[in-house]
């Protein structure tokens, strides 16, 4: 209904006539609710539950220190090249022994029922009512009554005392268990756990800060080094870790590193910091992005087909992957090279991968059957530079440049140590330069090659297209690495 202007002038009185009554009734209620809220406070130094937590409620309380964002080093001291010249294919030279692929032992496919969303239940206390989508299931939790209130307030250092004592005064010992429960199912990693929690936080609180500050208690309950710190009025949550984490902002606090994981790729904080340095009692284990072994997601298959050329025929091989996996994949920060290096590619789709190699593999000379994989790993994706795809630099998992149609140098780096190690038992390097990522083989043949301690190991660049094991792009020739990445037998 659309009113004239005397129409929205006696309106507009008549707001005003009774904002007054409303502001009095609002004002009772915030002090009545302001009240409770100061009484939940104070009740809370009386009742925590845990003695660690009135030693470290006391500590908040000292003065804090201003600490100033540094800002990780890049991965890479030059750009990577934005194309890469193709080399003319050649024959490679026949030799080395009978290569004869072994695949695991095959087991039967099982049809398996549809699993039913995993539901936590450690105690019913209070009705489950926390559930969210956690990487292909839906997952609940119970949260204590006492700890759904607790709120940052005021945005200060006092406010985070506040927070920190209702939640140790809440019953968050079934909670806890809970979130333990289930990254033992998962089998998750530290880099799981993380999502776990922060998952878990979002759904629980509405507002930003208090989503980090408990997840930031529940950290330090689970044993990680995490600390909080305010930016302005806001909380900055901060994760120890030993090993690099690039492109993320970090603190130091002595001689460790605290990283800023919610500003991955963000640069720094542009503001100083005003935080504690010591540590929640026996919160001392640093977050670990290793990925040795996957996380058992439900299953979300997809197919993929790749294909390529070789001196003018057509080579395809199929196989399926996880969904929920790539996406978990997808969430991490840029972790150092080792990590992507020695993570393994998902059982059912080596399988699946290794099985359409072998036929083409089986009953060639080493150097001919390696030589293959090479060139599927050339030719197989499209070159492109992680700026331009993603805006940002990432390496990927090998799981992860299988499922991408684009990919650079230490994409197919990584997935081409994988595959040779698998298939051909064989030792592999990464061989980095300043804007390059190759690998190196310790096989008897000649070609390019690089030096790593005693031993000589032979050049294969799974990006120069067409080049043959022992090629090196002619602008690397000449070049020392930077540094060599190790992958674990």
């Known amino acids: 209904m659309q009113l004239n202007k005397d129409g929205e002038l006696k309106s507009y009185r008549l707001f005003g006539l009774s904002s007054l009554l409303l502001l009095l009734l609002a004002t009772t209620t915030f002090a009545k609710s302001f009240e409770d809220f100061k009484k939940t406070q104070n009740s809370s130094f009386e009742t925590y539950r845990d003695a660690n937590d009135k030693e470290f409620s006391n500590y908040l309380k000292s003065e804090w220190q201003e600490y100033s964002a540094k800002k990780s080093k890049p991965l890479y001291e030059k750009p990577k090249p934005k194309s890469i ?21 095959e087991i039967p496919e099982v049809k398996e029922d549809i699993k039913p969303s995993k539901i936590i239940i450690v105690k019913e206390i209070v009705p489950k009512d926390i559930n969210f989508e956690f990487f292909g299931d839906v997952v609940g939790f119970d949260i204590d009554n006492k700890a759904k209130v607790a709120h940052f307030y005021p945005q200060n250092q006092e406010g985070i005392l506040n927070f920190f004592n209702t939640v140790a005064a809440s019953d968050y010992e079934y909670t806890l268990e809970a979130i333990k429960k289930l990254s033992l199912e998962l089998e998750l990693n530290d880099w799981g756990v993380y999502q776990l929690v922060m998952k878990f936080s979002e759904a629980s609180y509405e507002n930003a800060d208090d989503r980090k500050l408990y997840a930031w208690f529940m950290f330090n309950k689970l044993g990680y080094d995490v600390k909080v710190g305010l930016g302005g009025k806001h909380i900055v949550m901060m994760h120890y870790s030993e090993k690099v984490i690039y492109a993320t902002p970090n ?11 919610s500003l991955y790729a963000q640069g720094t904080l542009g503001k100083r910091l005003y935080s504690y340095k010591q540590s929640y009692p026996n919160a001392t284990k640093p977050l670990d992005l290793q990925l040795t072994s996957l996380p058992k997601f439900s299953k979300n298959e997809k197919k993929k087909t790749l294909t390529f050329k070789q001196f003018g025929e057509e080579y395809s091989t199929s196989y399926h992957y996880n969904q929920n996996l790539i996406d978990f994949m997808a969430t991490y920060p840029q972790a150092d090279y080792e990590t992507y290096f020695n993570s393994p590619l998902s059982k059912e789709t080596y399988e699946e991968l290794a099985r359409g190699l072998k036929k083409h593999l089986d009953g060639k000379k080493a150097s001919v059957a390696i030589n293959f994989v090479l060139n599927f790993v050339q030719k197989a994706f499209v070159y492109q530079v992680d700026e331009k795809q993603f805006g940002r630099e990432k390496v990927m998992f090998a799981n992860e440049t ?36 190759a690998t190196a083989l310790y096989i008897p043949m000649k070609g390019d090659s690089v030096r790593s301690g005693n031993k000589k ?21 000449s070049k020392i690495p930077k540094s060599f990445i190790f992958v674990r037998n």
Do not use: W
């Not at 994988?418 to 390059?436: M, Q």
């Open 85 to 105: 010249t193709p080399t003319t294919p050649k024959q490679i030279i026949s030799v080395g022994p009978l290569v004869q692929v072994i695949l695991p032992k």
């Open 251 to 261: 603190y130091h606090f002595d001689k460790k590193k605290f990283y800023v994981i």
């Open 457 to 477: 190991f032979i050049i294969a660049d799974p990006t120069y297209i067409n080049a043959n094991i022992g090629q090196s792009m002619p602008r690397y020739k």
């Open 402 to 437: 299988l499922y991408y149609d684009k990919s650079d140098c230490e994409d197919r780096a990584i997935l081409f140590s994988y595959l040779v190690k698998e298939l051909f038992h064989i030792n592999v390097i990464g061989v980095k330069y300043k804007d390059h990522m």
